[in-house]
């Protein structure tokens, strides 16, 4: 982060227009940004804190919460294994096609959350490619916890491979060689070099992985068919209870999704200012 | 040994398999997923894609998301800009603090987003009791939540590059006499262009897409208020699949043309500004 | 116009860039500021150009206060080392910017902007290549290009911040001459900066050696080259090395010995004699005050440089000979001096790293 230019500098603007720039840049974000968050708690706590509470003794709450923390725990691992053997092919060999399939591997970003449980349709879906096959077997996958995993590993797929295949390229692959030629092992190698020098990226790319897995919303919706009790996870929840004219309940559930964002953030943050260039400056945005 | 060479030789093992595993898994997860939906595109045809996307409920939910997905990304241009600005060349208490907010829109739930902005927008809300008008449940609140989700992606951009700023520009500015926001507009604001149309287009393309913090606030009255996301999954609940592909093949078709626009306009900008 | 700094203090923190300078600039005049790196040279450019704003002092434009003045306002030119060109905009563009931003009153019609920016790129010698980009110029076009943008606006002063320390040797001798004609036909006050004491002492009408913060002579190259009031401004320009030596009466004793190079004008107590290398001869070591063992032989040029350890203390004196003299390494010689320079309290050697913050 630049060092501000001192007041006196004559190369920036005068006293009162910085004032007014920060006013100005303060009230928008006090409109988009914090205006928002306020209310997820204001709302969740408009009936004090014995209704925040109950909200959470709602058996469907209940069951909302156990499902996004098991999809979580399938989709974060996966992602984790992937965004490793990624990073690891991508970073550390030279090889033909690699902008290819680094592009292939960042398309999930780039498509609509909607569009990404919209193939699973199209392939499990009852009208899609293997839905007759899937029916005559009598397997499920649109409507149940397979399309809900499939989905959630779909938008959350490039997280952890993009935080480590940048820091990854940075550092080379010598100290890889230092050990190989010490006589470690192959495996021994990646978990005593590799690993502990991109250790704050990993949880970086961990954490944001698991905050989106948790949050997912339209790409889920897509593929969760809304069965109360059963394929509703806590976003899918929010969205019953609110559309029940729940408003509190609604809120008191959405309060720890925010939570868990804030949570999120606070330790990205903490990431940054303390280990910024281990995370690699590829990585802001 | 033939010349061309799949990768170049390396000491380190395990590259087979953490490639091949890599090429697996984006094949099962992404690619044939999405090939799926390219599939089903084709076998529809251009001809009636377009019979589809010309239905007026269709067209609606099309023009709607790419003019409000534009209107939201040019607005965020210009706060994002002095947002940026403000928080990498002032120093003010609450900047850091600021600064670590603009990822709200990236930490908070896409649904927790969307029933806090209806409440805070709804006529009986904070903000909607305030004005004369109606901003939730109108495409005027659609604007809002993609305003909201697309910030960062603006402000992200322009940070590293504005920090980069060679400030001996503005200073030869200052000595050639330029008042300061002569200086500013002049010479600060065109080394900007090219990081500024990148972040306009991620903003762009993220809004185009957007679907939980926005059904809330949206009304989703056909034909007024209902983005394409959300007429994509009234088609899937319908079982109108070819309905539902048509409508993501143009979201698609659309997206890419505005950034590839974009992106050739940046690589122009970037090519005449050259190395100084 | 000329100009005149009074005791100017820079503090960056605790640390004084500038630790009250004082000197006069006379209108027409081509000024070097020399000193090593650290030296506050840059400091003192920016706070004339005011993109410093000095703690205290003065700075006189002609009888103008110009510490009371914006940048905008003091009309100076200014080069930077890195040329800072406008890259979005033409060549054309840059030159002409300082002229289109003044107020309505004071800017010329456009018609007048193009003739006088075609004539500044004549001076330059860079006429046909307005409509190019700063990208795609060589590193000596940019900065001939930098040099017309400064004059475009007819400064009162024109700086240049180390104006050739990005270009090849090659092109560097060429635009020193070129930027003393265009010095003698535009005759601008003109300050420039370098830390190449060769640059400064073959461009500038006057050098003024700065160190940290302090200058510490004013005067002509052959001023500053022949007759150096501190020992600093002796050992910074030109070679030297410099021995040990112990005043009495006017004598200097090394080592108990007195040197036969007559009266030093010094009080009594230890100091040091200042020796250039073409002063010293070999001579026999049995006769010679001084003696000691060489240690290393170098060609440099038409010479060789021989490096003379004497003295129990080894101190190391630098003598440049003919490339005939028959001496070898680890010969035994005596070293007589035809010049030295001697300064009042100066009992260690002159450093000339860098300056360090404090
Ligand atoms: N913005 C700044 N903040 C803190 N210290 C500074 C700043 N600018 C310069 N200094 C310090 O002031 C001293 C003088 O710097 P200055 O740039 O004037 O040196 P210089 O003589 O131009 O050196 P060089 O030949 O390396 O360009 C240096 O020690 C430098 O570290
Ligand atoms: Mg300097």
């Keep these: 982060m630049a060092d501000a230019a001192p007041p006196s500098s004559p190369t920036s603007e005068s006293p009162a227009a910085r004032l007014a720039l920060i006013a100005v840049a303060v009230i928008f974000l006090g409109f988009f940004l914090f205006l928002p968050l306020i209310a997820v708690f204001t709302e969740a706590l408009r009936n004090g804190v014995g209704a925040y509470l109950a909200a959470f003794d709602d058996p469907d709450t209940i069951s909302a919460i156990k499902l996004t923390v098991l999809v979580a725990a399938i989709a974060v691992p996966l992602n984790l294994v992937f965004g490793l053997a990624a990073s690891w092919a991508i970073a550390k060999f030279e090889f033909k096609g690699k902008s290819l399939l680094l592009t292939l591997i960042d398309l999930p970003f780039s498509v609509s959350p909607v569009v990404s449980g919209m193939c699973y349709v199209l392939l499990f879906g009852g009208q899609g490619y293997f839905g007759k096959w899937l029916q005559s077997h009598d397997l499920q996958i649109i409507f149940a916890l397979p399309g809900i995993v499939l989905a959630t590993v779909f938008v959350t797929f490039p997280f952890v491979a993009r935080e480590l295949i940048p820091l990854m390229q940075e550092q080379g692959t010598s100290e890889e060689e230092a050990a190989l030629s010490l006589g470690a092992r192959g495996f021994r190698t990646f978990w005593s070099v590799t690993l502990p020098n991109v250790r704050w990226a990993l949880l970086y790319g961990v954490l944001l992985c698991n905050a989106r897995a948790m949050g997912e919303f339209g790409a889920v919706s897509v593929v969760s068919g809304h069965l109360r009790g059963l394929t509703n996870t806590v976003p899918l929840q929010v969205e019953i209870l609110y559309n029940d004219y729940n408003f509190v309940a609604a809120f008191a559930v959405a309060s720890v999704l925010a939570g868990l964002g804030l949570v999120t953030l606070a330790i990205k943050t903490g990431l940054e200012w303390r280990y910024g260039d281990e995370i690699s400056a590829a990585h802001r945005r | 040994m033939s010349q061309f060479r799949f990768r170049s030789p390396s000491a380190l093992p395990g590259f087979g398999i953490a490639y091949g595993f890599t090429w697996i898994w984006l094949s099962v997860i992404v690619l044939i997923p999405l090939g799926a939906v390219v599939l089903w595109a084709a076998s529809l045809g251009p001809a009636q894609i377009y019979a589809i996307a010309s239905r007026p409920q269709t067209f609606a939910a099309l023009r709607l998301s790419f003019g409000l997905s534009l209107a939201a990304a040019a607005l965020n241009a210009v706060f994002g800009l002095i947002v940026a600005w403000v928080l990498t060349r002032y120093s003010f208490p609450g900047r850091r603090l600021l600064d670590a907010a603009v990822d709200l829109p990236f930490a908070l739930p896409t649904a927790v987003a969307g029933i806090a902005l209806a409440a805070i927008y709804a006529p009986n809300g904070w903000v909607g009791s305030l004005v004369p008008f109606r901003i939730a449940y109108t495409p005027l609140g659609i604007f809002v939540a993609l305003v909201f989700i697309g910030l960062p992606f603006v402000v992200r951009t322009l940070q590293p590059v504005l920090a980069d700023v060679d400030r001996e520009l503005e200073e030869a500015s200052a000595t050639l006499g330029a008042r300061r926001a002569t200086t500013v507009f002049r010479i600060v604001l065109p080394t900007l262009v090219p990081p500024l149309l990148t972040g306009f287009a991620l903003a762009f393309a993220r809004a185009v897409g957007e679907y939980g913090s926005v059904i809330f606030i949206a009304g989703n009255i056909p034909g007024v208020s209902e983005i394409a996301p959300l007429l994509i999954i009234t088609r899937l609940e319908q079982f109108d699949y070819a309905g539902a592909t048509a409508v993501a093949t143009i979201m698609l078709a659309l997206s890419f043309v505005v950034l590839l626009i974009v992106n050739l306009t940046e690589a122009w900008t970037r090519r005449r500004l050259g190395r100084g | ?358």
């Design chain 3, 1 to 358: 116009m000329d100009l005149k700094i009074r005791d100017l203090h820079k503090d960056y923190g605790q640390f004084p860039a500038l630790n009250g300078v004082s000197l006069d600039i006379r209108s027409g005049e081509l000024i070097a500021l020399l000193g090593p790196s650290g030296s506050g040279k840059t400091t003192l450019l920016r706070a004339i150009a005011g993109l410093e704003i000095p703690e205290r002092g003065q700075i006189l434009f002609g009888d103008e206060d110009a510490l009371s003045k914006s940048v905008q306002e003091r009309n100076v030119g200014f080069v930077f080392q890195h040329y800072a060109l406008f890259r979005h905009m033409k060549v054309f563009d840059n030159i002409a910017f300082g002229l289109r931003v003044r107020g309505r009153a004071r800017r010329p019609a456009e018609a007048e902007i193009a003739k006088k920016v075609r004539e500044l790129l004549d001076l330059v010698q860079l006429s046909g290549l307005e409509a190019r980009y700063p990208a795609q110029l060589s590193g000596g076009q940019r900065q001939r290009v930098a040099l017309a943008r400064a004059l475009a606006i007819e400064p009162q002063v024109l700086l240049l911040d180390e104006p050739f320390g990005a270009l090849d040797a090659q092109v560097r001798k060429e635009l020193r001459r070129w930027l003393r004609a265009i010095h003698d036909e535009t005759g601008h006050t003109t300050v420039f900066v370098t830390h190449d004491q060769d640059e400064a002492l073959e461009l500038a009408d006057r050098v003024a050696v700065l160190n940290k913060g302090n200058i510490e002579q004013v005067g002509t190259p052959d001023d500053v080259y022949d007759r150096p009031e501190t020992p600093f401004v002796y050992a910074f320009i030109g070679d030297s090395t410099s021995l040990p030596v112990t005043i009495e009466q006017g004598r200097a004793l090394f080592e108990g010995s007195p040197l036969p190079i007559g009266a030093v004008d010094s009080p009594d107590g230890p100091s040091r004699i200042h020796i250039r290398p073409q002063d010293v001869t070999l001579a026999n070591p049995d006769d010679a005050a001084v003696h000691g063992e060489i240690i290393g032989l170098r060609r440099s040029g038409a010479h060789r440089r021989a490096d003379v350890c004497v003295g129990k203390a080894r101190s190391r004196i630098e003598a440049l000979l003919s490339p005939e003299t028959d001496v070898s390494v680890g010969e035994r010689v005596g070293l007589a001096f035809k010049g030295f320079a001697a300064y009042p309290q100066d009992p260690t050697p002159p450093k000339l790293g860098l300056a360090r913050a404090a």
